[in-house]
């Protein structure tokens, strides 16, 4: 049985619990390149199972995640309550090809957007971090709350990664 947008929600904020966000996304594109040091292509390009993503999917979408978060959250900045479309990940994983992605460059990007991202969160005041937009799936979603889940999702994809490279 499919999980719901609010398991889902449930599911990465749990993973979240006890650590502060703002570290664990900081943290996420370093521990991410000391798990692909060494891994061959073959290795990050494997799927697990046909159906699971392969590390090079999985590093991907974390770039591309990291794309749609940004905009999400400076929408909501510009205009509080603003509607926020969610995507189909494994449609956009498909069409984007991210099976045929070279993990390294998708990891590349991510660095780079999340590190801009998190430079963009500092900046702001504890009064824009409450504006919230309207997650059509979830229902209502501040930026401090958006920043919670993308913390939780980073831990989600890191042990997904961790449990596909401890398979021989």
Same mark, same amino acid.
């Given at each position: 049985?499919?999980?719901?947008?609010?398991?889902?929600?449930?599911?990465? %904020?749990?993973?979240?619990?006890?650590?502060?966000?703002?570290?664990?996304?900081?943290?996420?594109?370093?521990?991410?390149?000391?798990?692909?040091?060494?891994?061959?292509?073959?290795?990050?390009?494997?799927?697990?199972?046909?159906?699971?993503?392969?590390?090079?999917?999985?590093?991907?979408? %974390?770039?591309?995640?990291?794309?749609?978060?940004?905009?999400?959250?400076?929408?909501?900045?510009?205009?509080?309550?603003?509607?926020?479309?969610?995507?189909?990940?494994?449609?956009?994983?498909?069409?984007?090809?991210?099976?045929?992605?070279?993990?390294?460059?998708? %990891?590349? %990007?991510?660095?780079?957007?999340?590190?801009?991202?998190?430079?963009?969160?500092?900046?702001?005041?504890?009064?824009?971090?409450?504006?919230?937009?309207?997650?059509?799936?979830?229902?209502?979603?501040?930026?401090?709350?958006?920043?919670?889940?993308?913390?939780?999702?980073?831990?989600?994809?890191?042990?997904?990664?961790?449990?596909?490279?401890?398979?021989?």
């Amino acid at each position: 049985m499919a999980e719901t947008p609010q398991q889902y929600q449930q599911r990465m %904020l749990g993973n979240a619990d006890g650590h502060e966000p703002r570290k664990v996304q900081a943290a996420t594109a370093g521990r991410l390149e000391k798990l692909l040091r060494g891994a061959t292509r073959a290795k990050l390009s494997k799927r697990p199972a046909p159906d699971k993503w392969s590390i090079s999917e999985i590093v991907a979408h %974390l770039a591309e995640a990291e794309i749609v978060v940004g905009y999400r959250m400076r929408v909501i900045l510009g205009a509080p309550g603003s509607p926020i479309q969610a995507f189909d990940q494994d449609k956009w994983a498909a069409e984007g090809k991210y099976g045929a992605r070279d993990a390294k460059k998708s %990891l590349a %990007l991510f660095r780079a957007l999340r590190e801009a991202n998190i430079e963009w969160l500092k900046s702001l005041s504890p009064q824009q971090r409450k504006a919230f937009g309207m997650h059509s799936e979830r229902g209502q979603e501040s930026i401090e709350f958006i920043e919670r889940m993308m913390a939780g999702h980073d831990v989600n994809h890191i042990r997904q990664i961790e449990a596909i490279l401890a398979r021989k």
